[in-house]
T-cell receptor
Framework: AQSVTQLDSHVSVSEGTPVLLRCNYS??????LFWYVQHPNKGLQLLLK??????LVKGINGFEAEFKKSETSFHLTKPSAHMSDAAEYFC?????????????FGTGTRLAVRP | DADVTQTPRNRITKTGKRIMLECSQT?????MYWYRQDPGLGLRLIYY???????NKGEISDGYSVSRQAQAKFSLSLESAIPNQTALYFC??????????????FGPGTRLTVL
């Protein structure tokens, strides 16, 4: 069975400093992995996705994530935080196979950005 | 115009009332999903539909029912609402033809409060 664990429920950084949001996954076969962002009172927006191509995935707004099979990790990073990055971030694994496109969500990491 | 719309956006109801949440999409996708979001729990799948004649239960379907009226419309019903169904509800769509990544596209959400 597929699952994801987001290691931090809250992360706080200063504007202009790096962002690291950690995610570990469990999958019985090669997974598709996603990061979604949810701004306050908004729906979910796809930041980036990994689908077994390049292990370093670049997304929108300067975010990127690296798929590390040996560590079963898919951490989200950004070199320099902006105030507009304050939001909740979800790491997601696609179950695939006979389950089709069903997604399993992590519990979320709330990112706060201090001025 | 938004590709995935949900109505209503906010709803307050009383215990025991029947309520319907509606989702419409203009993306032409066959697959549609209903999730609920609770603080600290991420999103959990309630029901999903891979086409008009194919409806399946998700992880937490008890107390809910759905109707797929057309490719573009997928409704979620609470037959007799109870307070622990107070949550943020999201509709999503996906297209298995989009390179097989399983990416889902989300509506803006419906905030439901059951008193």
């Amino acid at each position: 069975a597929q699952s994801v664990t987001q290691l931090d429920s809250h992360v706080s950084v200063s504007e202009g400093t790096p962002v690291l949001l950690r995610c570990n996954y469990s999958s019985s076969y090669s997974p598709s992995l996603f990061w979604y962002v949810q701004h306050p009172n908004k729906g979910l927006q796809l930041l980036l996705k990994y689908t077994s191509a390049a292990t370093l995935v670049k997304g929108i707004n300067g975010f990127e994530a690296e798929f590390k099979k040996s560590e079963t990790s898919f951490h989200l990073t950004k070199p320099s935080a902006h105030m507009s990055d304050a939001a909740e971030y979800f790491c997601v694994v696609r179950r695939g196979g006979s389950s089709g496109d069903k997604l399993t969500f992590g519990t979320g990491t709330r990112l706060a950005v201090r001025p | 115009d938004a590709d995935v719309t949900q109505t209503p956006r906010n709803r307050i109801t009383k215990t025991g009332k029947r309520i319907m949440l509606e989702c419409s999409q203009t993306k032409g996708h066959d697959r549609m999903y209903w999730y609920r979001q609770d603080p600290g729990l991420g999103l959990r799948l309630i029901y999903y539909s891979f086409d008009v004649k194919d409806i399946n239960k998700g992880e937490i379907s008890d107390g809910y029912s759905v109707s797929r009226q057309a490719q573009a419309k997928f409704s979620l019903s609470l037959e007799s609402a109870i307070p622990n169904q107070t949550a943020l509800y999201f509709c999503a769509t996906s297209d298995p033809g989009t390179g097989g990544s399983g990416e889902q596209f989300f509506g803006p959400g419906t905030r439901l409060t059951v008193l």
